[in-house]
């Protein structure tokens, strides 16, 4: 059952805390519930199952699909999300906390539109977002481009360490960039480099305190307008 209730936290995209107040549950015995430490109880499931327009006879036995009737998901007649389909977000996703797992609400003020990608395998927590700027132009590997008006497909960070030479999208409370991010030689500080070596675009550190989320970029679609 703990399995379950993981899944509802990862699809809900919150962190355990909000997803335990949303249902009205105390967040401190949810995390117990969610390691087993804690015994779920019916009155809870009811809860959650309220809050969330889930269906209880799944949620207690693993019975029929998930959603009742959809709540913001895509779900096949088996209970799973179409897999070539992704949340499409607005720029203002990285300054409202949906990468912090605190923006509840961020599904419901920031959603764009789902966006259909047949080619790409999408996994939990993907979502997609566009990027505007020519700072991440690469000329010398066009190949590896993110170009201006691209389709970013990110995934939120929540690892405690970080993959030099990888892009991600770096979120601070005045907005956000998309940067490849390399060792930096300032204690403290994220070094964000820039892939267009040839139009001035120079590296440049963020404080590590100012950083609200981070996202890992794991699909680029480029469009050109004619």
């Not at 990888?166 to 994220?190: C, H, Q």
């Amino acid at each position: 059952m703990k399995e379950r209730l993981k899944r509802l936290v990862r699809d809900a995209r919150m962190n355990p805390n909000a997803f335990a107040n949303q249902a009205g549950i105390a967040p401190s015995n949810f995390r117990k519930m969610l390691s087993g430490e804690q015994n779920i109880t019916d009155r809870t499931l009811a809860k959650i199952s309220d809050a969330f327009s889930v269906n209880y006879d799944w949620l207690k036995d693993g019975e029929g699909e998930p959603y009742l009737d959809g709540n913001g998901e895509i779900v096949d007649t088996n209970g799973n999300k179409n897999e070539n389909t992704l949340p499409f977000f607005d720029e203002e996703i990285f300054t409202g906390g949906y990468l912090q797992g605190t923006g509840d609400a961020m599904m419901a003020y920031n959603k764009v539109d789902d966006v259909k990608l047949p080619l790409l395998k999408v996994k939990e927590g993907d979502f997609a977002v566009q990027i505007h700027g020519r700072s991440m132009i690469d000329n010398q590997h066009p190949e590896l481009s993110i170009n201006d008006g691209a389709i970013v497909c990110l995934r939120p960070w929540r690892e405690n360490f970080i993959e030099y030479g990888e892009r991600y999208a770096i979120a601070t409370r005045s907005g956000f960039s998309v940067k490849y991010i390399t060792p930096s030689d300032k204690e403290g500080f994220i070094k964000c480099t820039p892939a267009n070596t040839t139009e001035n675009f120079a590296p440049y550190y963020i404080n590590a305190n100012d950083v609200t989320g981070l996202a890992k970029v794991t699909a680029i679609i480029n469009v050109q307008i004619l």
